[in-house]
Antibody, heavy 115, light 108 residues
Framework: QVQLVQSGAEVKKPGASVKVSCKAS????????MHWVRQAPGQGLEWMGI????????SYAQKFQGRVTMTRDTSTSTVYMELSSLRSEDTAVYYC????????WGQGTLVTVSS | SYELTQPPSVSVSPGQTARITCSGD??????PYWYQQKSGQAPVLVIY???KRPSGIPERFSGSSSGTMATLTISGAQVEDEADYYC???????????FGGGTKLTVL
């Protein structure tokens, strides 16, 4: 069955960067897009961007342009999301989700930004 | 930037029909998707491509669209359906995704 397993919780200081991984299994990795979605405490879902694992092409929400980088490693069926210049407002659970539209979701990774 | 608009809350009694709406200018051209999220859990897809139901989702969940509005209907809502519900779609380019603000469904 499809599994998306994300890396563990992170605590970062303002101004630092964080890199979250999402390891896929149970399907052909290069056949499905991967989205990144975040959810701040008590808030709604926010779409961050998408990567095509086949060629590596990406599209990012305007809000995150210049701060987010999504990459993939086809040898390990893993996608990565790196967010730089972290601020307290970036404290959130970050999800990867497979599909043309997000269909299968990872378990989420809590990123806490605090001095 | 493109937005999808949902009501913040909907409340029904058990057994009643709950309807959650989602409005957006590109919805006549781009499919809506619906997600259920219970507290502390990852979202679960309940309706895709406007009205299709993934396997394992109860038949009481259905979706429809008319013009710029999509609707998630829960027929005979049950206490376990209490959750936050989000619509998702893309802008007219088909590239940029967007979620609605979410609707808290209360069943009591």
């Amino acid at each position: 069955q499809v599994q998306l397993v994300q890396s563990g919780a992170e605590v970062k200081k303002p101004g630092a960067s964080v890199k979250v991984s999402c390891k896929a299994s149970g399907y052909t990795f290069t056949s499905y897009y991967m989205h990144w979605v975040r959810q701040a405490p008590g808030q709604g879902l926010e779409w961050m961007g998408i990567i095509n694992p086949s060629g590596g092409s990406t599209s990012y929400a305007q809000k995150f342009q210049g701060r987010v980088t999504m990459t993939r490693d086809t040898s390990t069926s893993t996608v990565y999301m790196e967010l730089s210049s972290l601020r307290s407002e970036d404290t959130a659970v970050y999800y990867c989700a497979r599909g043309g539209a997000p269909s299968d979701w990872g378990q989420g990774t809590l990123v806490t930004v605090s001095s | 930037s493109y937005e999808l608009t949902q009501p913040p809350s909907v409340s029904v009694s058990p057994g009643q029909t709950a309807r959650i709406t989602c409005s957006g200018d590109a919805l006549p051209k781009k499919y809506p998707y619906w997600y259920q999220q219970k507290s502390g859990q990852a979202p679960v897809l309940v309706i895709y491509e406007d009205s299709k139901r993934p396997s394992g989702i109860p038949e009481r969940f259905s979706g429809s669209s008319s013009g710029t509005m999509a609707t998630l209907t829960i027929s005979g809502a049950q206490v376990e359906d209490e959750a936050d519900y989000y619509c998702y779609s893309t802008d007219s380019s088909g590239i940029m995704g967007v979620f609605g603000g979410g609707t808290k469904l209360t069943v009591l």
